[in-house]
Antibody, heavy 116, light 108 residues
Framework: EVQLVESGGSLVQPGGSLRLSCAASGFTFSTYWMHWVRQAPGKGLVWVSRINSDGRTTTYADSVKGRFTISRDNAKNTLYLQMNSLRAEDTAVYYC?????????WGQGTLVTVSS | EIVLTQSPGTLSLSPGERATLSCRASQSVGGTYLAWYQHKAGQAPRLLIYGASSRATGIPDRFSGSGAGTDFTLTISRLEPEDFAVYYCQQYGTSPRTFGQGTKLDIK
C-alpha cells in the first residue's frame, strides 16, 4: 500500500526556519519525481516545488524561490522541504504528493504556522 | 504559467441531482493533461479524473470528465451525500503545475 506521511510542521516566528519531511512507503520511491503542495487557511491548493527522481533537478514556485529548498534521500525513502525566511503568508498545510497522471497519492499534510 | 478558472465558485444542489463543474485554462493544456480532485476538510485530496476523462482507480462511474484544449468539465451524474466537498482542476502538461481556485459543492 502506498503511503506518504508528512512531519515537521509547527509554529514558527516570522524569519524562522523549518524542515518538513515526507516518509514514503509501498512503492519504489527512487523512481518517482515528488512534489510539495500547500493550502493556506480558507484558500485553495497551490503547487510549491518538485524534484526529480535522483534529486538533481528542482523547480520552485516564484513565491518560495530562494527561500525554500526541496531535497530527497532515496536511501531513506524520504522527501524534504527546507523552509527559510518564513513569512506569515507561508502559513498553510503542506502536502507531499506523488505524480502519476496527476497526483495519485497524497500525504495527510502537516501544518506550518508562521506567527509571532 | 497557465491560469485555471473554475466555475461556479459554489454550487448548491441536493442528493440525487446532477452536478456540472467547469474549468477553463488561460491557454491550451498540452493535450489532455488535466486532472480533477475532490478535497474534504482534514483529508488528503483525492484524484478523481486524469487525462481529462479517465477515472482514477476506485472512482465510481457517476464521476466523469470531458474536454480538451482550454475547456474542461467534471460531471457527477447523481450526487451522493459523500460527494459534497471542494473540487479542484489541475493541469500537469506545463510547468508549473497549476490548480484552479476550486468549486465548493454544498448541500441545498
Amino acid at each position: 500500500e502506498v503511503q506518504l506521511v508528512e512531519s515537521g510542521g509547527s509554529l514558527v516566528q516570522p524569519g524562522g526556519s523549518l524542515r518538513l519531511s515526507c516518509a514514503a512507503s509501498g512503492f519504489t520511491f527512487s523512481t518517482y519525481w515528488m512534489h510539495w503542495v500547500r493550502q493556506a487557511p480558507g484558500k485553495g491548493l497551490v503547487w510549491v516545488s518538485r524534484i526529480n527522481s535522483d534529486g538533481r533537478t528542482t523547480t520552485y514556485a516564484d513565491s518560495v524561490k530562494g527561500r525554500f529548498t526541496i531535497s530527497r534521500d532515496n536511501a531513506k525513502n524520504t522527501l524534504y522541504l527546507q523552509m527559510n525566511s518564513l513569512r506569515a503568508e507561508d502559513t498553510a498545510v503542506y502536502y507531499c504528493a506523488r505524480p502519476d497522471y496527476g497526483f495519485d497519492y497524497w500525504g495527510q499534510g502537516t501544518l506550518v504556522t508562521v506567527s509571532s | 504559467e497557465i491560469v485555471l478558472t473554475q466555475s461556479p465558485g459554489t454550487l448548491s444542489l441536493s442528493p440525487g441531482e446532477r452536478a456540472t463543474l467547469s474549468c477553463r485554462a488561460s491557454q491550451s493544456v498540452g493535450g489532455t493533461y488535466l486532472a480533477w480532485y475532490q478535497h474534504k476538510a482534514g483529508q488528503a485530496p483525492r484524484l478523481l479524473i486524469y487525462g481529462a476523462s479517465s477515472r482514477a482507480t476506485g472512482i465510481p462511474d457517476r464521476f466523469s470528465g470531458s474536454g480538451a484544449g482550454t475547456d474542461f468539465t467534471l460531471t457527477i451524474s447523481r450526487l451522493e451525500p459523500e460527494d459534497f466537498a471542494v473540487y479542484y482542476c489541475q493541469q500537469y502538461g506545463t510547468s508549473p503545475r497549476t490548480f484552479g481556485q476550486g468549486t465548493k459543492l454544498d448541500i441545498k
